[in-house]
T-cell receptor, first 115, second 114 residues
């Protein structure tokens, strides 16, 4: 099946630094990618929807200046957590919607720990 | 706002036991319904989905789910679980007219013991 790759899978950073997480669709083009955040024992919460070549649409309560999303190509979207703080520690998951079939595929997730 | 409720947070079953995981949603309009599974250390995978038609949907690995519109439910079932079914299971709902993003339940952790 189609594969969505996230990198890095785990990252530890110091408070105040910025971290970039990549989401790539490896064998299909994705016109739309979604970024979710998952807290322990909680549901996946949609953070933003990104469409290739346009600005991301953020969900209510998600700071767009803190969570920068770029969807520069049909196979790559990036999430940058700027000036990270310990409360940003979480599991971030992306999903990509295949342009030809509309099916959704999920990445393996990236665990961010901010010290 | 629409919500998705999974009533069982942790389920422990012996192999060969039957499984039913509950999922209810609150949206009153047309919905698309999904069950995803996440095996330890792996990404979310689609088990099955319902868009329209026969409310009894069969998915991969012997799983099935039944959409009961009157109860706003989409429960997941498997007649006989295996140790390899140990995983986290997520119910997800997409409102028909809301784009492509999914609303997820909190997940149910299933442990199948030998």
């Amino acid at each position: 099946g189609a594969v969505v790759s996230q990198h890095p899978s785990r990252v530890i950073c110091k408070s105040g630094t910025s971290v970039k997480i990549e989401c790539r669709s490896l064998d299909f083009q994705a016109t739309t990618m979604f970024w979710y955040r998952q807290f322990p024992k909680q549901s996946l919460m949609l953070m933003a929807t990104s469409n290739e070549g346009s600005k991301a649409t953020y969900e209510q309560g998600v700071e767009k200046d803190k969570f920068l999303i770029n969807h520069a190509s049909l196979t790559l979207s990036t999430l940058t957590v700027t000036s990270a703080h310990p409360e940003d520690s979480s599991f971030y998951i992306c999903s990509a919607r295949a342009a030809n079939t509309g099916e959704l595929f999920f990445g393996e997730g990236s665990r961010l720990t901010v010290l | 706002a629409q919500s998705v409720s999974q009533h069982n947070h942790h389920v422990i079953l012996s192999e060969a036991a039957s499984l039913e995981l509950g999922c209810n949603y609150s949206y009153g309009g047309t919905v698309n319904l999904f069950w995803y599974v996440q095996y330890p250390g792996q990404h979310l995978q689609l088990l099955l989905k319902y868009f329209s038609g026969d409310p009894l949907v069969k998915g991969i690995k012997g799983f099935e789910a039944e959409f009961i519109k009157s109860k706003f439910s989409f429960n997941l079932r498997k007649p006989s679980v295996q140790w390899s079914d140990t995983a986290e299971y997520f119910c997800a709902v997409k409102e028909w007219d809301s784009g492509y993003a999914l609303n997820f339940g909190k997940g149910t952790s299933l442990l199948v013991t030998p």
